[in-house]
């Protein structure tokens, strides 16, 4: 199946509404954004979070001391990185986060140049600027294919997706997973319940749809 990450999550409660509709990771934003979390509330909400969903913070060009720091306070399973961090960046994170999933954001311009950057997945999203996610902005996705098709690692599409475009954009881009936050929201940093079951609802109809199996190292067959 997708994989399917509701970002922005600041509450119990909206962690709650994620993972009763079958969520498969939750993102805590850990930069300055409307959606912003400390890590103290992070930790808290991380205990009602069950085994078997993810917890991904989300950090901007932060110092690896601290980023480890938090990751490791906050039980985080999975940090996505915004900012600028390059190859020796994530080779250091892997070694003081065994075991922790590295996500790397990008905008498909970026993507071209990216070089030695080897994270363990690509999260392709409008804008990887100072909003950080919430843009409401989707990209150009079929002049991105043929860009995403070449990568090895796994790809996560965000930027503007919606109960009404998602659809389309995995029959374009067919990617591994899919990451959302305005689109499921009553307002910046409330979760809108019936939203992100008609989310999380109209991505499962795809994949049965589609016939969508994950091969082991993360792409579609």
């Keep these: 199946m997708t994989w399917i990450k509701i970002c922005g999550t600041t509450s119990e409660r909206d962690a709650d509404i994620a993972i009763r509709a079958g969520a498969n990771a939750l993102g805590f934003i850990m930069a300055a954004s409307p959606r912003q979390v400390n890590d103290t509330a992070a930790y808290s909400i991380g205990t009602i979070v069950p085994k078997g969903v993810e917890t991904i913070g989300v950090f901007v060009n932060e110092s690896l001391e601290i980023l480890v720091e938090t990751a490791r ?115 910046p940093g409330r979760k809108h319940p019936g939203l992100v079951m008609q989310f999380i609802d109209t991505v499962r109809r795809f994949d049965a749809a589609h016939g969508v199996k994950i091969a082991q190292k993360g792409q579609r067959r």
């Excluded at 990185?81 to 080779?91: F, P, R, S």
């Excluded at 065994?98 to 954001?105: E, R």
């Excluded at 090895?152 to 998602?166: D, Y």
């Design 73 to 187: 306070f906050c039980k985080f399973s999975g940090v996505q990185l915004h900012g600028d961090e390059d190859a020796n960046y994530i080779a250091q994170l892997r070694k003081q986060l065994a075991g922790v999933k590295i996500v790397k954001a990008s905008t498909v311009k970026n993507l071209e140049s990216a070089g030695e950057v080897k994270p363990d997945a690509w999260l392709i999203d409008s804008s990887h600027g100072p909003e950080r996610g919430g843009t409401g902005k989707t990209f150009a996705w079929q002049q991105a294919q043929p860009v995403i098709t070449k990568l090895r690692e796994p790809v996560i599409v965000a930027g503007g997706l919606t109960v009404e475009n998602v659809q389309d954009a995995l029959g374009v881009l067919r990617p591994w997973g899919v990451d959302v936050v305005s689109g499921v929201e009553s307002y």
